[in-house]
């Protein structure tokens, strides 16, 4: 692979049961030193676009193993956290800029999509070293429901998302 | 399993951690744990829920009838969309912090075509990274 300036950048490729293979800059890789919850060996993956808002977040090791994310700040102001500081995996310290992942969880019917906000996905922007954690919060559903019925007609402005200060609760 | 019995008041280490039987209350125990910030304490029924939301999720995600591909063009989910992260809302709630969208391997302008699909997945805002993808044996 090279860049713009055609200078050869280190590339991996990534195998995909969904995309085939992928050549991908060596460097795109997240790192997480302790795998996601259930996941303890997936530590490598990369990120890449799905629908918009979504990214798929696939797994540099496993083919068969992705999952849909979509930008934990856009959940923001209802949706606000305390990083992980001090965390050893991430190595996040305070002043670290950061993102944070909510991992999607897609079902046949897309009205039941939901978005698992009690245990995002923080990623020290710094060393691309990112750690699942759990906000043991009642304010703070697995599922919350991310249907809202679509907008008739011509192109609409989104509608507000929940009301400030609503709580990110939502049925099962 | 190790069985130790101990009384209220007493401790015991695992590791670093050390973990102290504070009072008996009933049926309910209180529990004390001195342990490092590093170390992640869950009870137990939150982690397995987590746990099982991961899964349901990476199998979602992986299942060939995704319900993503089948939204309405028009549908916007209850997040605002990429283009609102960052803008600086003004809300001093709202961490102003970069979003994910420099995480990103590469970025294509409607996503990455399923299998089975034809043709290379062409680099769409960040054109420095090429993406070549390889045919499988499958394919053909």
Known sequence: MSDESGAKVPSIVIHSTRFGDLEVPAASVIEFPSGLIGFPKATKFVMFDHKPPFSWLHSAEDPSLAFVVVDGFEFAPEFTLKPPYGDRDSDLQEGDEYAILVIVTVRPDPKQTTANLKAPLFVNLKNRKGVQVIYDNPKFSTRFSLWVEPAEGEEKKAEPTAPAGADLKDKK | ?140
């Open chain 2, 1 to 140: 399993m190790l069985i130790l019995t101990r009384k209220p008041g007493e401790s015991l280490y695992i590791g670093d951690v050390k973990v102290t039987i504070v009072e008996l209350k009933g049926h309910q125990i209180r529990i004390g744990i001195d342990a490092p910030p590093e170390i992640r304490i869950y009870r137990e029924e939150i982690y397995v829920q987590i746990l099982e939301e991961n899964k349901k999720a990476a199998e979602a995600a992986t299942s060939t009838s995704s319900g993503l591909e089948g939204l309405p063009a028009n549908w916007k989910p209850r997040v605002s969309g990429p283009s609102a992260v960052g803008s600086g809302s003004g809300d001093d709630a709202a961490p102003k912090k970069p979003s994910m969208s420099g995480l990103a391997a590469f970025s294509t302008s409607h996503g990455v075509q399923g299998a089975g699909s034809d043709g290379d997945v062409k680099g769409g805002s960040s054109p420095q990274v090429i993406v070549k993808r390889k045919r499988k044996k499958s394919d053909e």
